[in-house]
């Protein structure tokens, strides 16, 4: 479900917390029992965060999990659940409620997502979604430039990563 922010990149507003999935290390260990879940505390310009990735046994990231760590949430930890503020999904072998891929193309996400879709631009690559499940395309081909939303159409780029409940924040 959507956040109670004001800016979808403001995620250090008020958060209620119910209304957000919570996940644990064992939860994680459970879904993916032949593969690596690594646990860290993430950093930048924001709020701290929770990062847990899950890999396989090739050393492939399949997934990620960013949650911050905000005084609404002090109190949650690994054992009851931390609130999931960014599932990303890296593998082409985890699809999304709709079928789609890492590796699929915009013409997919356009023939099998219904209703219109939102463009987002990110800095360097383009997103493309609606709801609360968004794709991250790969950048255009020998461009250094973000480029067109209708350029993303025209090449057909493939999804880099599918992310949830909102685009990816690089």
Request: proline share 6%; net charge neutral.
């Amino acid at each position: 479900r959507r956040r109670h922010t004001r800016y979808w990149r403001d995620w250090s507003s008020d958060v209620c917390s119910s209304d957000l999935v919570k996940i644990t290390l064992k939860d994680l260990q459970r879904l993916f029992p032949q593969s690596l879940v690594k646990y860290a505390i993430g950093t930048g310009d924001s709020l701290n965060f929770h990062v847990i990735n899950v890999i396989n046994e090739q050393g492939d990231m399949m997934l990620s999990i960013k949650s911050f760590i905000s005084p609404q949430h002090a109190s949650a930890n690994l054992d009851t659940g931390i609130p999931v503020d960014e599932l990303r999904v890296h593998s082409p072998s985890i699809p999304d409620a709709y079928g789609l891929r890492v590796g699929h193309r915009v013409s997919d996400v356009m023939r099998k997502r219904d209703g219109p879709l939102t463009w987002s631009a990110g800095h360097h690559s383009w997103s493309v979604g609606a709801g609360s499940i968004f794709y991250s395309l790969e950048p255009l081909p020998g461009n250094d430039t973000l480029g067109t939303s209708k350029e993303a159409v025209e090449q057909n780029l493939k999804i880099h990563h599918i992310t949830w409940p909102s685009p990816a924040w690089d």
